[in-house]
């Protein structure tokens, strides 16, 4: 799914991942066979588990991944339903809290939790803090679509309602770092998501932003596409879609909510008679390419950009292979150093005049 320009450089460095094994809504159990499976892809993964001792021990002995791993014990859980602000008050005790905190001490790159979204950006955020330059972290996902990498960079999916112009900007320069180093997009294009693709569609500070995100093109090293409807969001015509976390949350809930009513509706379908059952005997082979394309467990996994550290936020009702997946995904971006290079290249895009000398793409 994910590769990196730059791979020569940590080969034979082990990556070690800060695992919230309490978090999301299957249990620890869940956690435990996804990191199994993707210790099996990538030799050099090593493991901090942070949860229950007692449980986590037999879980990892089970699929002997105890040489594998440290655990951390944690009494504490933070559940679907705690409040961010709650968590902040009495969650220092739990598996999430000391997860994040074993990337703030360096002992782990990443950090993977399947728990509460809010609850995990406002740990992230006090604990890790944002980096230089950043005014707003946000949440970016890899969105299927017909570009050559199979996805669409798209930011900011629910870390914070509100972005104004220049937030947006910052959105663009995270999202082409996220694509260049994460996907291998040398010069990502852009699109900044509205109403309408015209000039004079959309709110004044979304026509800002579309000016800034154009004039920062040639030092953040990617191309200004303009703006994009909700409907090009899937055609790779651009490789980032920059928006404010309240839209960007919209269209990801609905995109996954369509998503499933087309596998029931097609389920149902195919199920209906006699003749459509043989006919779907027939069509297996196209149905199954089109479930793994649609399936969402193949890139389960947002990352929270702009903080220090890498957090990679797992969706909570994922199974092993979607858990898998999302540590995959904070492997590669760990083995790339790219927190490192995204922040050099906000503060670079946002510091630099537009007719300076172009430095190396981070």
Not at 194 to 220: F, P, Q, S, W, Y
Request: proline residues 3%; aromatic residues 4%; hydrophobic residues 40%.
């Amino acid at each position: 799914m994910m590769h990196s320009q730059e791979t020569a450089d940590a080969s034979d460095r082990l990556i070690w991942i800060a695992v919230d094994a309490m978090g999301g809504d299957h249990g620890p159990a869940v956690v435990v066979n996804g990191m199994a499976k993707a210790a099996a892809d990538h030799p050099d993964l090593r493991f901090i588990v942070h949860g229950n001792s007692a449980e986590l021990q037999p879980l990892i002995a089970k699929r002997k991944l105890t040489d594998l791993c440290e655990i951390r014990h944690a009494d504490g859980v933070v559940s679907m339903t705690d409040k961010p602000s709650q968590v902040m008050r009495h969650g220092k005790g739990t598996s999430m809290w000391s997860a994040i905190d074993s990337v703030k001490s360096k002992k782990a790159q990443a950090c993977v939790s399947c728990g509460n979204t809010g609850a995990l950006m406002a740990v992230s955020m006090v604990r890790l803090r944002k980096a230089p330059s950043v005014n707003r972290p946000a949440i970016a996902i890899l969105w299927p679509s017909y570009s050559k990498t199979g996805f669409t960079v798209m930011l900011d999916v629910g870390a914070d309602i509100r972005a104004d112009e220049t937030d947006l900007l910052q959105y663009a320069l995270m999202g082409t770092s996220y694509a260049r180093n994460g996907l291998g997009i040398s010069v990502p294009k852009v699109g900044l998501l509205n109403v309408g693709t015209e000039d004079h569609k959309g709110r004044a500070e979304l026509k800002e932003a579309g000016h800034l995100i154009g004039e920062a093109a040639k030092r953040g090293q990617y191309v200004y596409h303009g703006f994009v409807e909700g409907s090009d969001i899937p055609t790779g015509d651009v490789d980032v879609i920059v928006t404010d976390g309240f839209t960007g949350n919209i269209a990801i809930k609905a995109a996954e909510g369509t998503a499933g009513f087309i596998r029931s509706s097609l389920k149902a379908a195919f199920s209906h008679t006699i003749l459509s059952k043989f006919a779907a005997i027939l069509a297996i082979t196209s149905l199954r390419r089109l479930q793994k394309r649609i399936d969402p467990r193949r890139v389960n996994g947002g990352v929270f950009l702009g903080l220090n550290g890498t957090v990679v936020k797992s969706h909570g009702s994922a199974d092993a292979t979607g858990v898998a997946a999302a540590i995959g995904l904070a492997h590669q971006l760990a083995k790339v150093e790219f927190g490192t290079k995204l922040a050099a290249r906000v503060a670079t895009a946002m510091e630099l005049p537009q007719d300076d000398e172009e430095g190396d793409p981070a």
